[in-house]
C-alpha cells in the first residue's frame, strides 16, 4: 500500500472520531505548548541580555579588580591594608594608584580609568527643590537612548546627562526646554573637620536628556558626567580621607576587542580579576538556561503524560476497529501497512497537538508580549522571541514522541489474527 | 483451477483437540461456482480460510494457479490474495463512516493500483451494482441490500479469479437476497471468475455448479463435479 494512501486513511479515521483525536492531540498540545513558550523565553532572554551587555558595556572593555590573595572561609583577619571595601565576610585589597599604573603598562592597554562614582550630596537648579543624585561616568562607546538633545564623541568636564525623572523634577517644561540649561551639584569634603564642614557647588550644563529603556540600567537612574569630571568631583570629596585613591574597580581598554581575553590573562598573572563584555554575558545567560531547562522539563512531563494517552487511545481505537482491520488483512494488507496505519494515525494526533500548542503559544507570546514588556519597562524589546526552525523542530519532535507511542497498538494491530477478527458470532 | 489436497486443521491440543477439517481433497475447475454446504461448526467456514490463505492448516496443499499458497510467506500470501481474491460476508464488513467511493477503492490502494487507474475502476465496480449514483454517500446511510451490493462493488473491482462468499444473503431478505446473488452470478459468468460460496442455504446452493457437502470436518459428498475431477489427479 502507498504511504500516501496510508497516510490519506489515517487521517480520515481520526476525522472519524473527532472529539477523542482532539482530546488526545490537546495532551500532546499542552507540552508543545510549555516547550515553545520556554524555548521562545530562552531566546527572548539570550537575545534580551545580549543586547543590554552590548548597550552597557563595550567589548573592548574589561572591568578589573584585585584578586583577593586567599579565600578563606569565616570572618576576615584585620590587617592595616584592609580597605574600606570590606564587610566581615568578603574582602579585596582596593586597586591603589600604583596597581593602575602596572595594569597601564600591560600590552594592548589603551586606558585605565578608575570607577570614581563621586557620592555628590545632591543636585538642584535654582528656585527648585533639591534632590539626591547618582554620578556615574559617561562613557562613548556605550548606547544611549536620548529624549533630547544629544553627544557625539565624549562629554566636555562641565556637561551632564540627565535622565527624563530629574528634568520634571528639576521643573523643567520639557525635555528640549532643558537642554543648554544649568543645574548645580553640591558636594561634601568628607575630610573636612566635623565642626567646619566644607561644602562646594558645582554648575553643569546639560547636554541631553536620556530616555528610559529597556536596555540601559544607567540611564534609568544616573547622571552622566565626563570621567576627568568625575575624578574632579571624586578628588574634592575624598582627597585626605583614608580610602583616598583606593578603588574598588577599573575599567581598562584594550586595543580591540580580540585583544579583550589575552589581557586578561595577563592581568591574572598579575593578580587582578577582570571581566569582559562576554564573561558578563555568559553569567547572565547560564542563569538564563537554567530556568529555560526548568521549563523545558515541566514541558517534557506534559509530553511525557500524553504518550499514555495516546497509547490508550490507539489501543481503544485498535479493539474497535478490530473488523475493518480484519477486512483489510483479508483483502490482502501486509502487516507491516496495517502497523503503519496505526503509527501514522498516532504521527497525526502528534502534529495536530504540536501544531495546536505551538501555534497557541506563537499567539499567546504575540499578544502577551507588550505587556510583559510594559509591566517589566523594556520599552521595544519583546521578551518572547519565537523562532520558525525551533517551533518546527518541537512539532517534528512531538510527532516522532507520538509515532513512538503508537507503536505498541500498532503492533498488536499488525498481529490481529483476521480470522478472529472476521468472526461474527 | 484450486487444489485442495489432504487439508487438516486441527484446534485445540491433545485431549481437547477438534479436527474442524479432516483429510479433505477435492478440484475446482476455474469459472466454476461452487458451494460448500454445511451445518454451523461443519468447518465450511475454515475451508474457506484455508483456501483464502487465511487460515494455516497443519497438513494439505491448497495449489491456486499451480501455486501451494500455504508455503508462501506470509507477505507473498497477503499480496496474492490482494491481486487475486476477494470477499464478501454475511455482516457486510463495509466502513459506515466512509464514502461508498472510498470503501470500494481499498482493495485497489492495498494491491498498490495507481491512482490514474482507480477512479474508473472504482466507477466501473459501483456502476455495475447500480450504486453510481450513491458515489458520495456514507456506507451507513445505505439499505442492507444497498450495504451488501456495495460490498459487492468491493469484491469486484479488482478483478479477481476467486471470489470468496460466506453467507452472501444470509442477513437479506429474499428479494434483496436474490439481486446480491445475480451479481455474484453475474460476475462469475461474465469474467470466467471462480465463485465459491459458503452457504447452509440450499436454495442457494442448488443454484451452484459444484456442491461440496461437509459434515463434522469431513467431506460428506460433491454433486456436479466427475469423480475424477473431484478427486483430482489422485486417480
Not at chain 2, 447500480?130 to 441490500?145: C, F, I, P, Q, V
Not at chain 2, 469474467?191 to 465459491?196: D, P, S
Amino acid at each position: 500500500m502507498k504511504i500516501q494512501d496510508i497516510t490519506k486513511r489515517a487521517a480520515r479515521s481520526l476525522r472519524q472520531a473527532k472529539a477523542r483525536t482532539l482530546l488526545t492531540s490537546l495532551a500532546i498540545g499542552v507540552g508543545a505548548f510549555t516547550i515553545t513558550l520556554s524555548l521562545a523565553a530562552g531566546a527572548g532572554g539570550r537575545n534580551y541580555t545580549d543586547q543590554i551587555v552590548s548597550a552597557n558595556t563595550d567589548v573592548r572593555e574589561l572591568s578589573v579588580t584585585k584578586t583577593p590573595a586567599t579565600k578563606q572561609d569565616g570572618p576576615q583577619k584585620y590587617s592595616e591594608t584592609t580597605a574600606s571595601v570590606s564587610n566581615a565576610l568578603f574582602s579585596t585589597d582596593p586597586l591603589t594608584q600604583t596597581d593602575i599604573a602596572t595594569i597601564q603598562k600591560l600590552d594592548n592597554v589603551v586606558s585605565v580609568s578608575p570607577n570614581y562614582n563621586p557620592q555628590v550630596k545632591y543636585i538642584t537648579r535654582a528656585g527648585q527643590d533639591k534632590y539626591v543624585a547618582t554620578l556615574s561616568t559617561f562613557s562613548p562607546s556605550v548606547t544611549l537612548k536620548y529624549a533630547a538633545g544629544s553627544v557625539t564623541g565624549d562629554l566636555s568636564d562641565h556637561d551632564i546627562i540627565l535622565t527624563e525623572e530629574y528634568v520634571t523634577a528639576l521643573g523643567f517644561s520639557s525635555d528640549q526646554a532643558a537642554i543648554g540649561k544649568t543645574v548645580d551639584i553640591v558636594a561634601d569634603k568628607l575630610s573636612a573637620p566635623l565642626t567646619a564642614p566644607e561644602s562646594q557647588t558645582f554648575t553643569y550644563t546639560i547636554r541631553g536628556v536620556s530616555s528610559k529603556s529597556g536596555l540601559a540600567f544607567r540611564a534609568q537612574s544616573s547622571l552622566l558626567v565626563s570621567n576627568s569630571s568625575a575624578k574632579m568631583l571624586y578628588d574634592y570629596i575624598n582627597a585626605g580621607t583614608r580610602s583616598y585613591n583606593n578603588f574598588l574597580l577599573a575599567a581598562v581598554q584594550v586595543t580591540s576587542a580580540d585583544k579583550a581575553e589575552s589581557v586578561k590573562t595577563a592581568l591574572a598573572a598579575k593578580g587582578y580579576t577582570a571581566q569582559t563584555a562576554s564573561d558578563i554575558l555568559g553569567a547572565i545567560n547560564t542563569f538564563i538556561n537554567v530556568l529555560q531547562a526548568i521549563l523545558l522539563g515541566f514541558g517534557a512531563l506534559a509530553v511525557l503524560t500524553s504518550v499514555f494517552g495516546i497509547v490508550n487511545t490507539q489501543y481503544i481505537s485498535v479493539l474497535e476497529r478490530t473488523q475493518q482491520i480484519g477486512l483489510m488483512k483479508a483483502l490482502g494488507m501486509s502487516r507491516r501497512d496495517v502497523g503503519r496505519l496505526f503509527k501514522f494515525e498516532a504521527a497525526w494526533i502528534g502534529f495536530l497537538g504540536g501544531a495546536i500548542g505551538a501555534g497557541l503559544a506563537v499567539i499567546a507570546g504575540l499578544v502577551s508580549n507588550p505587556f510583559i514588556s510594559k509591566a517589566f519597562d523594556l520599552g521595544d524589546i519583546s521578551l518572547l522571541v519565537f523562532n520558525p526552525v525551533s517551533v518546527g523542530i518541537v512539532i517534528v519532535g512531538l510527532i516522532l514522541v507520538s509515532v513512538g507511542a503508537g507503536i505498541m497498538p500498532a503492533r498488536k494491530a499488525s498481529k490481529l489474527d483476521p480470522i478472529e477478527a472476521l468472526r461474527t458470532e | 483451477m484450486i487444489e485442495v489436497k489432504h487439508v487438516t486443521r486441527t484446534y485445540g491440543k491433545k485431549q481437547n483437540a477438534f479436527k474442524a477439517l479432516d483429510d479433505i481433497t477435492f478440484t475446482i475447475p476455474d469459472g466454476a461456482s461452487v458451494a460448500i454446504i454445511g451445518k454451523s461448526g461443519s468447518g465450511k467456514s475454515t475451508l474457506m480460510h484455508t483456501m483464502s490463505g487465511l487460515d494455516h492448516p497443519e497438513v494439505g496443499e491448497v495449489i491456486i494457479d499451480g501455486e501451494d499458497i500455504l508455503k508462501l510467506k506470509q507477505k507473498e500470501v497477503d499480496s496474492f490474495r490482494s491481486r487475486k481474491m476477494s470477499f464478501i460476508f454475511q455482516s457486510f464488513f463495509i466502513q459506515p463512516n466512509e464514502t461508498c467511493f472510498d470503501n470500494v477503492s481499498l482493495p485497489l490502494e492495498i494491491a498498490n493500483v495507481p491512482l490514474s487507474v482507480r477512479h474508473e475502476k472504482v466507477e466501473q465496480a459501483l456502476a455495475a451494482v447500480e450504486l453510481l449514483d450513491k458515489k458520495k454517500s456514507r456506507a451507513r446511510d445505505l439499505s442492507g441490500g444497498q450495504k451488501q451490493r456495495l460490498a459487492v462493488a468491493r469484491a469486484i473491482v479488482n478483478d479477481p479469479q476467486v471470489l470468496f462468499a460466506d453467507e452472501p444473503t444470509g442477513n437479506l431478505d429474499s428479494v434483496t437476497g436474490e439481486v446480491v446473488e445475480d451479481l455474484l452470478f453475474g460476475y462469475n459468468k461474465q469474467h470466467g471468475a471462480t465463485l465459491i460460496i459458503v452457504t447452509h442455504d440450499p436454495d442457494l446452493a442448488a443454484k451452484c455448479d459444484i456442491q461440496i457437502q461437509i459434515k463434522d470436518g469431513n467431506l460428506e459428498s460433491i454433486i456436479g463435479l466427475t469423480p475424477q475431477a473431484a478427486l483430482g489427479d489422485q486417480l
